[in-house]
């Protein structure tokens, strides 16, 4: 550890608030790893055996735990075991091990007990710090995407063609809803009128009919029809919904 115990780190930015338990039963080596994790942007809590870190993790949901494989009692690979064959989220904590032996047998051992990785002591604090992103990006889960298009305090279902506002229905005639369908379905673009007009449901109607449609939809989503934020003229192009920048994103994706 004597790589580990010169290391300078230099201070980077948060790590997206990962919480590391690192878990060591060699008092120096939790504090050096601690302090250097620390530098490296992280949240850092420590135990020094295996019911420490299970008091830990009764009380904090952990992103990584960096685990040592020689403790007294329960040593890390049983530790490691037993978090895989218990319930959600212990049972999928990312777990990187330390060891110091460098035996084959030894580190297949720790691989079949679930450990996501594994590194020998002595290491350079740069490598432990590299494979301790590599986890963090492998086992970041994707959000679920959003099926709502969000504009203000309003969210509209495309596959049921409901508006709420604030979780309450906002009532909307065939035509508002499919208008609204119409401008959703630009992600936030300028639709001309007579692309309005030209939509299906209204037979090719006049272009003057799509402006008292847009003046009926505003009464329904415009604190201000004057002053519209949604529902936007643009002046000699037509109008567009001003949406959620993420769903625009995902929509021309």
């Given amino acids: ?18 919480h ?24 850092v809590s420590s135990a020094a055996n295996a019911g420490e870190a299970s008091a830990r993790l009764k009380d904090f949901a952990f992103d990584l735990i960096v685990l040592d494989v020689m403790m007294p009692g329960e040593s890390g690979t049983q530790f490691a075991a037993r978090l895989r064959e218990g319930p959600e989220p212990l049972r999928s904590a990312p777990i990187l091990m330390l060891t ?33 992103a590599s986890i963090l990006r492998r086992s970041r889960r994707p959000e679920p995407a959003d099926p709502l298009v969000r504009f203000g305090p309003f969210a509209y279902d ?23 369908q119409t401008l959703i379905e630009h992600a936030g673009a300028i639709v001309s009128r007579q692309t309005l007009s030209s939509r299906a449901s ?6 003057r009919t799509v402006d008292v449609e847009i003046a009926r939809l ?36």
């Fill in 202 to 207: 209204e037979q090719k109607a006049a272009e």
């Fill in 20 to 43: 590391i338990l690192v878990v060591d039963d060699d008092k120096r080596i939790r504090a050096l790893l601690s302090r250097y994790l620390m530098r490296e942007g992280y949240l």
């Fill in 158 to 180: 495309p596959a049921r063609g409901e508006l709420t506002r604030a979780g309450g229905a906002v009532k909307l005639t065939t035509r508002e809803r499919d208008l609204l």
């Fill in 218 to 253: 505003r009464r329904k989503i415009e604190a201000d029809q004057n002053a519209p934020r949604h529902l936007q003229t643009v002046r000699g192009q037509g109008y567009r919904l001003v949406v959620d920048s993420s769903r625009i994103t995902k929509l021309q994706s």
């Fill in 100 to 132: 110091a032996l460098h035996e084959t047998a030894n580190r297949v051992e720790g691989l079949e007990a679930g450990v996501d990785d594994y590194l020998a002591k002595p290491f350079d604090p740069r490598e432990l710090a590299l494979r301790i």
């Fill in 1 to 18: 550890m004597s790589a580990l115990a010169a290391a300078r780190a230099t201070p980077k930015p948060a790590s997206k608030g990962a």
